[in-house]
């Protein structure tokens, strides 16, 4: 499981009320944790990211909440098929939600199905877009288990001044120590999706996040991708000094490059290559 996933499982299970209020634009709900566990959820062997029970002005419904690293062609698809399955479990309406981590998402929360004549499916959901988001309310008066997710948010403070407010509120805010280290890792980790991971581990103390039952799922990986942003690093630098400057386009294909065998090979291609046209070349094969 991806870090992120960890993470979003933790922040889901502990503050349900949080995320709900996020969903529903601020407004208090009372949300209840659903677990799937009977033979059908088995069978589809997948689960949703977030599944509650909502009360909200004596109106019982189910939201069903998918966080997403990155946006998702394939979403409202997949969306569609959890909530008619869901729908049809626990015979309550559904409210679906996306919220992208990073990036805009799709122009549009819409899937219309036609046949022939026929409208078969009409299908809406509501779509949040993280970096779209006004921060600093949340940085400063939001709830504590939204706090790991500000640093995605539109901010007009830099990156040091928003942790070091995230980590103060967490220390003055949070009592129990568990639940503190928790969401002090989740800071990191989610703080991760969009900013220089180094910067972040200076920011931070890792000490407290090792409080964190989930650290020692987490450091392995966080290890891994250091490494990999380490050498990934060196072929930028590599390229800058063999060829001059790297094409946007180029170094945003690099910088999706996650294995480390697979930079690795890049390295090599780029120490072969006469020049950055080769090199483009060669990455392509």
């Known amino acids: 499981m991806a870090e992120y996933d960890l993470i979003i499982k933790a922040l889901a299970e502990r503050y349900m009320s949080h995320i709900a209020a996020l969903v529903r634009g601020g407004i208090e709900v009372h949300a209840e944790r659903i ?16 599944l509650y029970k909502i009360t909200e002005d004596n109106y019982e419904y189910i939201m069903l909440v998918e966080f997403q690293t990155r946006p ?36 549009y929360s819409q899937y219309i199905f036609e046949c022939v004549d026929l409208t078969v499916v009409n299908f809406n959901y509501r779509q949040i877009n993280l970096q779209e988001m006004a921060g ?28 070091q407010k995230c980590a ?36 931070l103390e890792v000490s407290k996040m090792q409080n964190s039952p989930l650290f020692d799922g987490i450091r392995e990986e966080w290890e891994a991708k250091g490494k990999a942003e380490g050498r990934m690093d060196t072929l930028i630098d590599m390229l800058e000094a063999k060829f001059g400057s790297v094409p946007d386009d180029l170094r945003s294909r690099l ?22 046209s080769e090199f483009s070349r060669l990455l392509k094969n």
Request: aromatic fraction near 4%.
């Open 35 to 50: 677990k799937p566990s009977d033979k059908e959820a088995v069978a589809v062997k997948r689960t949703s990211d977030v």
């Open 72 to 107: 998702d062609r394939n979403m409202a698809h997949r969306l569609l098929e959890y909530t008619a399955m869901h729908h049809r479990r626990y015979n309550k309406p559904v409210y679906p939600v996306v919220i992208n981590l990073t990036g805009r998402g799709l122009p």
């Open 136 to 163: 600093r309310d949340f940085l400063y008066r939001g709830p504590v288990g939204l706090l790991p997710l500000t640093p995605l948010m539109k901010l007009d403070d830099q990156l040091e001044k928003v942790l």
């Open 168 to 203: 103060d509120r967490l220390e003055n805010e949070v009592p129990e120590e568990n639940d503190r280290a928790t969401l002090y890792l989740a800071l990191g980790v989610m703080a991760a999706l969009k900013h220089p991971r180094e910067l972040i581990t200076k920011m």
């Open 255 to 276: 910088m999706e490059l996650k294995d480390p065998a697979n930079i690795k090979e890049t390295i090599r291609k780029a120490v072969n290559a006469e020049t950055i």
